[in-house]
């Protein structure tokens, strides 16, 4: 049961129990203070904000507007560097293209670009296995059932911090692109030399690039082994 469903569940009581006058003039009079609050807000500066509204515009705010591309290829920014997580794993980052903001250790604020999506598709992933995975679910992960599956099993093993194994990323391919959604392919080069494959979907969401994790609570998903780097971008480093 969702988080919703437990307080409609809760504030939803029978009308036809025995203290249902008592509930309904207590509804009432709830009304009655909140229209008068509402007034009080409207008269002072506006309409009354809606909570859901603040807290879209507090997430755009977080990120300072950045360029905007609708279409086009994944192109590596030439200021691409390597910055090392808890756990060892490498992930790239660039200052023109994201992330521009580290908050409790979550890297967010990516570009609104092909190659925006790509860096925000190696990053979140990557820290969900570091210490800091419950900031990065709160802030970079799209909230939903799948969501909620995640946290429960990041939780159940949490104070672990693993790595991928000894492979490093090698390269991308962006299956699809849109300034709304992307799919991004990821190539990740193993310690024994050969290339295995993943890939991760992400949604424009509250002014940044969010995985979007399967219902299963799975943010990648994994095409396997992969016989050579061919029709991939390539970093490089």
């Known amino acids: 049961m969702t988080g919703g469903e437990r307080r409609r569940s809760t504030t939803q009581r029978p009308y036809w129990s025995e203290r249902s006058w008592i509930l309904?003039?207590?509804?009432l009079g709830g009304m009655v203070l909140l229209a008068g609050v509402l007034w009080l807000a409207r008269s002072a500066g506006g309409p009354a904000a809606d909570p859901v509204a603040r807290t879209?515009?507090?997430?755009?705010?977080?990120?300072?507007p950045g360029p905007v591309v609708a279409s086009?290829?994944?192109?590596?920014?030439?200021?691409?560097?390597?910055?090392?997580?808890?756990?060892?794993?490498r992930v790239p980052v660039s200052a023109a293209q994201g992330p521009s903001r580290t908050a409790d250790g979550?890297?967010?604020?990516?570009?609104?670009?092909?190659?925006?999506?790509?860096?925000?598709?190696?990053?979140?992933p990557t820290q969900l296995a570091g210490p800091n995975w419950r900031a990065v679910a709160d802030?970079?992960?799209?909230?939903?059932?799948g969501?909620?599956?995640?946290?429960?099993?990041?939780?159940?093993?949490?104070?672990?911090?693993?790595?991928?194994?000894?492979?490093?990323?090698?390269?991308?391919?962006?299956?699809?692109?849109?300034?709304?959604?992307?799919?991004?392919?990821?190539?990740?080069?193993?310690?024994?030399?050969?290339?295995v494959a993943t890939l991760v979907d992400l949604r424009w969401d509250g002014g940044d690039w969010k995985v979007a994790p399967?219902?299963?609570?799975?943010?990648?998903?994994?095409?396997?082994?992969?016989?050579?780097?061919?029709?991939?971008t390539l970093w490089r480093k």
């Open 72 to 89: 086009g290829p994944a192109v590596p920014p030439d200021d691409v560097t390597w910055r090392t997580l808890d756990g060892g794993d």
């Open 106 to 124: 979550a890297l967010s604020c990516f570009a609104q670009t092909p190659i925006g999506a790509v860096l925000a598709a190696h990053a979140v």
């Open 214 to 232: 399967s219902r299963a609570g799975a943010v990648y998903a994994s095409i396997g082994a992969v016989t050579g780097s061919a029709g991939y």
């Open 139 to 145: 802030r970079q992960v799209l909230p939903g059932p």
């Open 147 to 195: 969501r909620d599956v995640l946290v429960a099993r990041l939780d159940a093993a949490s104070g672990t911090v693993t790595s991928r194994g000894g492979g490093s990323y090698a390269g991308f391919a962006v299956v699809r692109y849109s300034v709304e959604a992307a799919r991004v392919q990821l190539l990740v080069k193993t310690g024994a030399g050969g290339y």
């Open 24 to 27: 309904s003039v207590a509804f």
């Open 56 to 64: 879209a515009v507090g997430q755009v705010a977080q990120c300072r």
